[in-house]
């Protein structure tokens, strides 16, 4: 059971987002599984010391990791708390959509973009 | 004569104060030199100065409510309806359940994040390993404390507070000789405090530790991060440890000198001549080594008060260069 180093990892939620918290949560941790940042096996912290640090309400937190058990992302066990079961089911064209992605990143990084403005153009696109 | 009697109680007193003395001027050695060594304030980021400051601040306020609490109970004994000696019996449990409690309130009241937008890694709690010596040493004790009492529950006489030695039969039809009583003996009305204050402790600290491990993480600096969260597990288990420490030193301090005295052989005169009644050398001796071992754990637990929390270390330099380059404006 390979492990990375999680604690390299950081999440960020805004919680005056229209998007839900517990949303928020759920995406950045099935990216960073689906980017391989984070392997199966790997261990996400308790529910209550996440929601400690991003003072948030407990059960925030255990609807996220609830979200992303019932899609495969994670497992829930007795002993060893929430672990990373894998990436969730491809969808159709998954390779393609994820080539593109990358390439948006390539070029933008390259002209100097920040992650927020990628994002922002993104969501402009999906608005068209 | 009463002068006498005035100087034995003053030189008494004197030395048993010796090793709250040397704890005081160990503390006050160790105190000034990790004050005069600190890392400044201006060495460290706002938000760890500021929960450096938090958790410092919390573990000062829990030494000075603890030794209140214990001087309090121990000076008006409280414990008087338990009988005689009890308070005196609970005073480094007393200090240790409310030293744990107010650090507990401390963990529980540290700052979370309030902005809008927050972030937080993905490091999983472990235990510290700074402070699994200390642990252990609690855990020690705790068991020590439990197994002194329980014993001195089961051989304490029908009063629970004195030791009984056997009787003598005397030669030459003279008839039985003793049994002679000891006092004071952890029988049950010490063990029983005892036990239920150790209780106490013990379910603070799982708390307060509990509390410790999952509070907000601090923001930026997963190294000071670190080293504050071993810092106030350190802190909990350093406290409670001291208490049930010095707990466990007087009850074997106690337990020491009554085996001793019973076990001591006795001169009883009869007619012309003097006969030693009793003794058994083996329990003299076992006495006398749990009275020191005990002495020892008190002066240990003292000492454990000030053994330092883990530090921080400056926050490294910014790293120079050329500025970075300005962010292009996004496309409409």
Redesign the interface.
Same mark, same amino acid.
């Given at each position: 059971m390979t492990e990375t180093d999680?604690?390299?990892?950081?999440?960020?939620?805004?919680?005056?987002s229209p998007v839900p918290v517990y949303e928020q949560l759920r995406e950045q941790v099935t990216a &960073?599984v689906g980017a391989r940042q =984070?392997v199966r096996g790997d261990?996400? #912290?308790?529910a @209550?010391?996440?929601a400690?640090?991003?003072? &948030?309400a407990v059960g925030t937190v255990a609807r996220a990791y609830r979200e992303l058990e019932a899609t495969g992302v994670v497992q829930s066990r007795r002993r060893t708390?929430t672990v990373v079961a894998g990436p969730a089911a491809p969808a159709p064209a998954a390779g393609l959509v994820a080539d593109a992605a990358a390439d948006l990143v390539r070029i933008g990084r390259a002209?100097?973009?920040?992650d927020e403005?990628l994002v922002?153009?993104l969501r402009a696109a999906l608005l068209r | 004569m009463h002068w006498f009697i005035a100087s034995e109680v003053l030189m008494s007193g004197l030395f048993s104060s010796v090793p709250v003395v040397l704890v005081a001027l160990v503390g006050l050695t160790v105190g000034a030199g990790l004050v005069t060594t600190a890392v400044r304030r201006r060495q460290l980021a706002a938000v760890v100065a500021d929960a450096r400051r938090h958790g410092t601040g919390a573990g000062g306020l829990a030494v000075l409510a603890g030794v209140a609490a214990a001087a309090a109970v121990g000076l008006t004994d409280t414990a008087a309806g338990l009988g005689s000696g009890v308070s005196a019996a609970l005073v480094p449990l007393v200090f240790a359940a409310v030293h744990t409690g107010v650090l507990w309130v401390g963990e529980s009241a540290w700052p979370?994040?309030?902005g809008?937008?927050?972030?937080? *890694? =993905?490091?999983? @709690?472990r235990f510290p390993a700074a402070a699994l010596r200390v642990r252990r040493v609690l855990v020690g004790a705790a068991t020590g404390v439990v197994l002194v009492a329980a014993v001195g529950w089961a051989t304490a006489a029908a009063d629970g507070r004195t030791l009984a030695g056997p009787v003598t039969v005397l030669p030459d039809g003279l008839g039985p000789a003793g049994p002679a009583v000891v006092g004071p003996y952890p029988g049950s009305v010490f063990a029983v405090p005892v036990l239920a204050g150790t209780a106490v402790v013990l379910l603070l600290v799982a708390l307060a530790l509990r509390t410790a &491990?999952?509070? #907000?993480?601090v #923001?930026g600096d997963?190294g000071a991060e670190a080293v504050l969260r071993a810092a106030s597990v350190h802190r909990v288990l350093r406290g409670a440890a001291a208490g049930l420490l010095v707990e466990l030193g007087a009850l074997l301090v106690v337990v020491g000198g009554a085996v001793r005295s019973v076990a001591t052989a006795t001169e009883v005169g009869i007619g012309d001549g003097v006969l030693s009644v009793g003794g058994h050398p083996a329990l003299v001796v076992l006495g006398t080594v749990g009275a020191l071992a005990g002495g020892l754990a008190v002066l240990a637990g003292l000492l454990l008060l000030v053994l330092p929390a883990p530090r921080l270390r400056p926050a490294p330099p910014a790293p120079s260069g050329p500025p970075p *380059?300005p962010? +292009?404006a996004? +496309?409409a």
């Open positions: 999680a604690g390299r990892l950081t999440l960020r939620v805004d919680v005056t &960073l =984070l261990r996400l #912290p308790a @209550r010391a996440l400690a640090d991003l003072g &948030l708390g002209a100097g973009w920040t403005q922002t153009a | 979370r994040q309030r809008a937008v927050r972030t937080a *890694s =993905l490091v999983r @709690r &491990l999952v509070r #907000p993480a #923001p997963d *380059s962010v +292009p996004v +496309p």
